[in-house]
């Protein structure tokens, strides 16, 4: 028997989730039970994740999410109406939650699809996302993260890896994925895995369901769409910038005074503000006041070179900023075809 023959029947035996490749379709669990064309969904960023890109990611058959962040609730309804009548779901920084659960109430009544908890205890919302009828994902950078959210009902599992840009924690994607997956299996969980960091193309999107994922869910590629709540000026950086100029730090916490739970720091642009201080976090400590105000106004003008610019190590493999819609068809057209090509482990039918 062929290594090809061997390693098909083993992965036919093993492997979570069957994969079902049509006119380049990818039918996993995740757009069975949630009814989705693709096995994609948008990740909630802050400020850039608003109700015109959560509703063109529905609409070319994913799952569009609106970015709740640290909330603010006039900017939250208006990207509801934004979306229209686009299923479409929100995310929420879980620890900022906490200081405005008014917040979720709010995110409720418009009836989303489903609701994202990143970076925090869900606990204490669980119940009230499921009495609403919305789907409970739970974004998880580590093991215990995992069974946090297992042990509250969590119908997704977000496996983040530190490739992502915005906030995370250590584990790298390759591994996370697959271990968040033979985890599930051993508690025999019918919750779904989506795998996220780093994910910018087909060749993501394939690994990703080949580590045990159901799906995936997209940062940087759709920070760098069209429809994304993005400067020019920062679009523009991303498409100069490869994937060895970003970095983990915490200094754009530090200038924005808020306070971020141990073990989380962002990964953003390399650029003159992360040069001047970054490894210099108790100086800028000091000066949080009068840099404060330096780097919001910074923020404001959309000066990429004294602000955050927040994407991940996937802006190696961005060269445009073309429409979410064709982002997602792109990418799902090179899985499959990868899938069906290289990817005997799913397609082969010689045992």
């Given at each position: 028997?062929?290594?090809?023959?061997?390693?098909?029947?083993?992965?036919?035996?093993?492997?979570?989730?069957?994969?079902?490749?049509?006119?380049?379709?990818?039918?996993?669990?995740?757009?069975?039970?949630?009814?989705?064309?693709?096995?994609?969904?948008?990740?909630?960023?802050?400020?850039?994740?608003?109700?015109?890109?959560?509703?063109?990611?529905s609409s070319a058959g994913g799952l569009?999410?609106?970015?709740?962040?640290?909330?603010?609730?006039?900017?939250?309804?208006?990207?509801?109406?934004?979306?229209?009548?686009?299923?479409?779901?929100?995310?929420?920084?879980?620890?900022?939650?906490?200081?405005?659960?008014?917040?979720?109430?709010?995110?409720?009544?418009?009836?989303?699809?489903?609701?994202?908890?990143?970076?925090?205890?869900?606990?204490?919302?669980?119940?009230?996302?499921?009495?609403?009828?919305?789907?409970?994902?739970?974004?998880?950078?580590?093991?215990?993260?995992?069974?946090?959210?297992?042990?509250?009902?969590?119908?997704?599992?977000?496996?983040?890896?530190?490739?992502?840009?915005?906030?995370?924690?250590?584990?790298?994607?390759?591994?996370?994925?697959?271990?968040?997956?033979?985890?599930?299996?051993?508690?025999?969980?019918?919750?779904?895995?989506?795998?996220?960091?780093?994910?910018?193309?087909?060749?993501?999107?394939?690994?990703?369901?080949?580590?045990?994922?159901?799906?995936?869910?997209?940062?940087?590629?759709?920070?760098?769409?069209?429809?994304?709540?993005?400067?020019k000026s920062h679009h523009q950086s991303?498409?100069?910038?490869?994937?060895?100029?970003?970095?983990?730090?915490?200094?754009?916490?530090?200038?924005?005074?808020?306070?971020?739970?141990?073990?989380?720091?962002?990964?953003?642009?390399?650029?003159?503000?992360?040069?001047?201080?970054?490894?210099?976090?108790?100086?800028?400590?000091?000066?949080?006041?009068?840099?404060?105000?330096?780097?919001?106004?910074?923020?404001?003008?959309?000066?990429?070179?004294?602000?955050?610019?927040?994407?991940?190590?996937?802006?190696?493999?961005?060269?445009?900023?073309?429409?979410?819609?064709?982002?997602?068809?792109?990418?799902?057209?090179?899985?499959?075809?990868?899938?069906?090509?290289?990817?005997?482990?799913?397609?082969?039918?010689?045992?």
């Open positions: 028997m062929s290594y090809m023959a061997v390693t098909t029947r083993y992965f036919t035996a093993t492997h979570r989730h069957r994969l079902k490749l049509k006119m380049n379709k990818l039918k996993t669990r995740l757009t069975e039970q949630l009814g989705l064309v693709h096995p994609v969904i948008s990740a909630p960023m802050a400020f850039a994740a608003g109700g015109q890109l959560a509703a063109a990611v569009g999410m609106i970015g709740g962040g640290y909330g603010d609730p006039e900017w939250l309804g208006a990207q509801f109406r934004a979306a229209g009548n686009q299923p479409v779901g929100c995310g929420f920084i879980t620890w900022s939650l906490q200081k405005a659960p008014h917040l979720l109430d709010q995110a409720l009544a418009e009836g989303p699809a489903a609701v994202m908890l990143s970076f925090g205890d869900p606990g204490p919302f669980a119940e009230k996302i499921h009495a609403a009828g919305s789907l409970l994902i739970c974004q998880c950078q580590n093991l215990e993260h995992v069974k946090a959210a297992l042990d509250v009902g969590a119908e997704v599992i977000v496996a983040q890896g530190a490739e992502a840009g915005g906030h995370g924690q250590a584990r790298a994607t390759m591994t996370l994925v697959p271990e968040v997956s033979d985890l599930l299996d051993a508690r025999q969980s019918s919750a779904l895995l989506v795998a996220a960091g780093g994910i910018a193309d087909g060749r993501g999107l394939a690994a990703a369901l080949m580590l045990g994922a159901d799906g995936v869910l997209l940062g940087t590629r759709l920070w760098a769409s069209r429809e994304a709540l993005v400067a991303i498409l100069g910038t490869d994937g060895d100029g970003t970095i983990r730090t915490t200094v754009a916490d530090i200038a924005r005074q808020l306070d971020w739970p141990a073990g989380y720091s962002a990964r953003i642009r390399r650029n003159a503000f992360t040069e001047r201080w970054h490894g210099k976090e108790d100086e800028l400590s000091r000066q949080a006041l009068t840099e404060g105000r330096r780097y919001r106004q910074a923020a404001l003008e959309a000066d990429s070179e004294n602000a955050a610019v927040w994407f991940g190590e996937a802006a190696g493999l961005i060269r445009d900023i073309p429409s979410a819609e064709m982002i997602i068809a792109t990418m799902v057209s090179q899985a499959a075809s990868l899938l069906r090509t290289r990817g005997g482990v799913f397609v082969s039918e010689d045992i």
